[in-house]
């Protein structure tokens, strides 16, 4: 099962493998408070990417559609995750503040994508 938390939010049992799917470290947060068991840089939104959508947060669809792209590129380290997920429960920790609007729901999302075929 694959889950999406903000990094703010206090740890919990329930959240089995917590990981860390920013490119930068939560501001303010400390790595004991953060409780992160794995920070997986290289699938968060390149650094371009995330400083256009802060730009432009109305463009979500483009975002989206973007970031997919990125994905396609980092197979392995979906593939990883995914692995983890079939034994366990994965949640996806993501600083920002939208909860209904961010990379991790769609990372979340294109995890999920081979479960639902």
């Given at each position: 099962m694959?889950?999406?938390?903000?990094?703010?939010?206090?740890?919990?049992?329930?959240?089995?493998?917590?990981?860390?799917?920013?490119?930068?470290?939560?501001?303010?947060?400390?790595?004991?408070e953060a409780a992160v068991d794995r920070w997986d840089k290289e699938i968060a939104p390149s650094t371009e990417l995330r400083k256009w959508f802060h730009a432009e947060p109305r463009d979500f669809k483009v975002f989206e559609s973007r970031?997919?792209?990125?994905?396609?590129?980092q197979k392995q380290a979906l593939a990883d995750i995914a692995a983890q997920a079939k034994d366990k429960t994965v949640t996806l920790l993501y600083a920002a503040t939208d909860e209904n609007r961010n990379h991790a729901s769609i990372l979340k999302d294109v995890l999920e994508e081979p479960i639902r075929r």
């Open positions: 694959i889950r999406v938390k903000r990094i703010y939010d206090p740890p919990s049992p329930e959240d089995g493998l917590r990981v860390l799917v920013d490119r930068l470290w939560p501001r303010g947060m400390t790595k004991e970031y997919r792209a990125e994905l396609r590129d």
